[in-house]
Structures are given as structure tokens and as C-alpha cells.
T-cell receptor, first 114, second 113 residues
Framework: KQEVTQIPAALSVPEGENLVLNCSFT??????LQWFRQDPGKGLTSLLLIQSSQREQTSGRLNASLDKSSGRSTLYIAASQPGDSATYLC?????????????FGTGTLLAVQP | DAGVIQSPRHEVTEMGQEVTLRCKPISGHDYLFWYRQTMMRGLELLIY????????DSGMPEDRFSAKMPNASFSTLKIQPSEPRDSAVYFCASNRGGNQPQHFGDGTRLSIL
């Protein structure tokens, strides 16, 4: 059974700092891995999707990496801003016939202090 | 572009009542997903549809829960009868399938008293 873990559960950093959020998963047979952000009272917004054949994806100040063999992904946020404060969730899409089923981690609550 | 639209945003009702949650996916998206989010269990997939057909309902917790998708632009999730432990935020999401990200609605916050 696939399990997804995110560390740390919460993180507080001063504005401008570079930071790394971690995600680990137990079954390397994944279809893709996705990072989302969730603002209070809102749904999830997709940030980056890494296909199983890819090693990383970048969007603006965000960079996500994937190492299937070790069951790890990291989300790197450069030059953090108060607007980056949110909960960040990673999710893995299972392989085989269940490529659309996402298994979510419990999230990292990020606070960027001005 | 309109995103995924869910209604109502908030629902408070008494135990035993029927609850109906509604979702309009993004036009052109072939897949629709219903999720439930709680503090204890996080975000869980309940059921998903492809081209209006339920594909996997293994996450539906009990027979009290049912979901339908009568056409490509509308889906409902019903709970009958509702119980206090059903209190959660219910999300609907849609995508085009494959390696396409899922787009989420803002959710329905459900409270069963």
C-alpha cells in the first residue's frame, strides 16, 4: 500500500530565505508526482507535476525533483515571500490501471514572516 | 476560464438528513474526482468518473454515500442519512487524464450536528 509522508509538518522562515520541503513515498511504481498548494478555506492549486520518466520540473521560483529509486521528492522555493505562506501537499499517482488515483501526503504548513 | 465550481460552499444540517453536494467540472475534462479532507485522515479520494462512468468507488466509506454523473457538466455526491462523523470538507476536481494536473474546486464545508 502506497504511503506518502511529508516532513516537516510545519515550517516558519523569514522572508527571502530559500527553503526545501520534503516528500517521501513507499512504492516507487508511480505514474507521476504532483505538488499542490492550499490556502485557508480554498481548494488545491497545482504547482508542478513530474512524470515518472522525469527528474525535475521548474516554474518560476519553484523547482521540484523526483528520485523514484529512493522514494523521494523535494520542492525548492527560492527567495521566499509572505505570499508563499500556505499548506503544501505532495501527491503520487499510482501506476498500472490506477494512474488517476492520487495518494496525498499530510502536508507542510509554511509561514513566511515579513 | 471558469474553474471547477462546487455548491454549496457551506452546509450545516442535522444528523439523519439527506445532504447533496454539487460539482461542475471544467469543460472538456474527461475525469471527475470527489475527495474528502479531514484533520484526522487528510485528503482521501472517494470516487472518480471517466466520461461520466464511475471507475473506482473503493474510497466511498459506506452505502450511505452515493455519487452520480448524469452528464459531462454535472455531478452530485449524496449522503443519506448523514452522521456527525461525515463532517469534513468535500472537494471536487477534474482533469483531462494522463499526466495532466487535477484542478480543484473551493470545496463544500459540511457540518452534521
Amino acid at each position: 500500500k502506497q504511503e506518502v509522508t511529508q516532513i516537516p509538518a510545519a515550517l516558519s522562515v523569514p522572508e527571502g530565505e530559500n527553503l526545501v520541503l520534503n516528500c517521501s513515498f513507499t512504492d516507487s511504481a508511480i505514474y507521476n508526482l504532483q505538488w499542490f498548494r492550499q490556502d485557508p478555506g480554498k481548494g488545491l492549486t497545482s504547482l508542478l507535476l513530474i512524470q515518472s520518466s522525469q527528474r525535475e520540473q521548474t516554474s518560476g521560483r519553484l523547482n521540484a525533483s523526483l528520485d523514484k529509486s529512493s522514494g523521494r521528492s523535494t520542492l525548492y522555493i527560492a527567495a521566499s515571500q509572505p505570499g508563499d505562506s500556505a499548506t503544501y501537499l505532495c501527491a503520487v499517482a499510482r501506476g498500472g490501471g490506477a494512474t488517476n488515483k492520487l495518494i496525498f501526503g499530510t502536508g507542510t504548513l509554511l509561514a513566511v514572516q515579513p | 476560464d471558469a474553474g471547477v465550481i462546487q455548491s454549496p460552499r457551506h452546509e450545516v444540517t442535522e444528523m439523519g438528513q439527506e445532504v447533496t453536494l454539487r460539482c461542475k467540472p471544467i469543460s472538456g475534462h474527461d475525469y471527475l474526482f470527489w475527495y474528502r479532507q479531514t484533520m484526522m485522515r487528510g485528503l482521501e479520494l472517494l470516487i472518480y468518473f471517466n466520461n461520466n462512468v464511475p471507475i473506482d468507488d473503493s474510497g466511498m466509506p459506506e452505502d450511505r454515500f452515493s455519487a452520480k454523473m448524469p452528464n459531462a457538466s454535472f455531478s452530485t455526491l449524496k449522503i443519506q442519512p448523514s452522521e456527525p462523523r461525515d463532517s469534513a470538507v468535500y472537494f471536487c476536481a477534474s482533469n483531462r487524464g494522463g499526466n495532466q494536473p487535477q484542478h480543484f474546486g473551493d470545496g463544500t464545508r459540511l457540518s452534521i450536528l
